[in-house]
């Protein structure tokens, strides 16, 4: 028979507790289990911070970034089923003066993403065009002779949820924001309780081997139920203490001990987290409103829980963050006229007002904000919709920004061109690889910790895009 030692069982006992992320039951686990693990690679005096904004459901490319030279609107029109299917009038569009296309292209932003086309025009927004998964440069003619490997589980929900946060299908645990919580222990002392930090629940984008997702609601840090509530267990602050104590104390079996510093650990964390939020509530209710024209803004509500944090980074005393935010409904299969609109209204009111709330604290250039999604959406219209793709477009928000630019290279706007996989689906020329390396440089991490953020870097001849100045 073989025994596994008291220390190798603890340590595989907490990792498949932070993997399982079981938030939300009376003690918040997963709030606790990013403090386990070594401090990694690179220190850092100063602060940085990179937003990620989840567009779950695959957001539809084709009327958010739209051609608008007269010979690909021409051709985006006609995929589209005309004006008077999915595709919007030349005349409702105005040009991005941006640089980084070839001569005659153009590009606009669908009229509900003004806020945006307003940043990108001031320099504090780029975008990047045709990105999405692969393992190397790929040509039509090599995806479809199958030449090349592959991503794997293409144009599948939940599987490119997963490469894009994680470059491995479902069933993934950790993620390349996790991987750079990872290499940014030492910056924050070891403290790697809030260096990973999710406002919209679990996913693998921030799960590391020492640094794991710490969940925070919209409203604020979680609670363990009876045991730190003012009021206290049945409103008895003899209950309370009873029921601390008995979630909290040292006991003899290493499992049973191993949850109770868990536990302990998340009351402190919770507890800490109040003291640096207190008082900011409302600091940034006016660039975030959790409600517009009484309509409730589930994407505002995380950011401005993201921009309070980053306000009490000091008190915190973290110089690296990772956040994760996200808003779903991008799945348009049908009602894109009606849905998507309201969406990227929801999108741009958020992201304008999260940088205003950024620059309003003096940190324009020590934040990143990017967009991810699923993946793009075809360039055809399927009647009232269009279905799941590949590639797509993402933007890049802040002051450290090379903002009034599109990097990558422009597609195609017909059918059957070189990026088209079929039914409209772009083949990207961008991977998310190199996406994600180009902000982990910016963030600190140097040539030889590069792969642990992006495994297939190595496989692309340019590793940085040059968004980030």
Known sequence: MTFISDSLARRAFLKRLGHLGVAGTAAPWALNLAAIGEAAAFDAADYKALVCVFLYGGNDNGNTVIPFDSASHAAYLTARGGAAGLGLPLASLTALQGSGLPAGRQYALAPQLAPLAQLFNAGQLALQLNVGPLIQPTTLQQFQSRAVPLPPKLFSHNDQQSVWQSSHAEGSVKGWGG????????????????????????????????????????????????????????????????????????????????????????????AKLRGALSGTGTTFDAQLPDQVAGKSRTLNRQLKMVARLIAAQQALGIKRQVFLVSLGGFDTHDNLATNHPALLTHVAEAMAGFQKAIDQLGMGKKVTTFT??????????????????????????????????????????????????????????????????????WFGVGDTEMPQISPHIGNFNTPNLGFMG
């Not at 006991?251 to 998340?266: G, K």
């Not at 290279?409 to 996406?435: F, H, I, K, N, W």
């Open 179 to 270: 991987n750079l919580g990872d290499l940014a222990l030492s910056s924050n002392g070891g403290n790697s309780l809030f260096t990973c930090m999710s406002v919209t629940g679990n996913a693998v984008f921030l799960s590391g081997d020492s640094a794991l997702a710490y969940q925070i609601g919209a409203g604020g840090a979680v609670a363990v139920k009876g045991a730190v509530e003012p009021d206290g267990m049945y409103s008895s602050a003899a209950c309370q203490a009873a029921l601390k104590e008995l979630i909290t104390q040292n006991r003899t079996q290493v499992l049973e001990n191993e949850l109770n510093t868990i536990t302990r650990r998340s009351i402190d964390s919770e």
């Open 372 to 441: 991810a999604s699923d993946f793009g959406r075809t360039i055809t219209s399927n009647g009232d919709g269009s279905d799941h793709g590949w590639g797509s477009h993402h933007f890049v928000m802040g002051g450290a920004v090379k903002g009034a630019a599109f990097y990558g290279t422009a597609p195609s706007a017909s059918l059957g061109g070189p990026e088209d996989v079929g039914q409209g689906r772009l083949l990207p020329s961008t991977s998310v690889d190199q996406y994600a390396a180009t902000l982990a440089r």
